[in-house]
């Protein structure tokens, strides 16, 4: 069973970038599809971006769509959500998620339902 722990959040004004990344333990981590949701206080978490295993497909909101980029380091059991032009409704605690495949795929995954694996979370704040 992997865990995973989030890290790179904090206070930003508005335009500005943060880099987030997500360490998985206790899996194998290339088996693992990765997610990152979001929620912002009084709203259901949201889909962010995901990626597949290898990292070939990546899918991202239409919300963060040219300004969000993920990717993965498989060597280092982490994911990396980097964060750019960042707007004051990207105000959230950001989670990473995981999913386990036991076939090599290419497949990504949107829905919080299909991943059964979840960080913590970590703060992000914009401020303008």
């Known amino acids: 069973q992997v865990q995973l722990v989030e890290s790179g959040g904090g206070l930003v004004q508005t335009g500005g970038s943060l880099r987030l990344s997500c360490a998985a333990s206790g899996g194998t981590f290339s088996s693992y599809a990765m997610g990152w949701f979001r929620q912002a206080p009084g709203k259901e978490r949201e889909f962010v971006t995901a990626?597949?295993?290898?990292?070939?497909?990546?899918y991202y909101a239409d919300s963060v769509k040219g300004r969000f980029t993920i990717s993965r380091d498989n060597a280092k059991n982490t994911v990396y959500l980097r964060m750019n032009s960042l707007k004051l409704e990207d105000s959230a605690v950001y989670y990473c998620a995981a999913k386990w495949r036991p076939y090599r795929s290419s497949d990504y995954y949107t829905r919080i339902d299909e991943y059964p694996y979840w960080g913590q979370g970590t703060q992000v704040t914009v401020s303008s």
């Open positions: 990626i597949s295993q290898s990292g070939v497909n990546t």
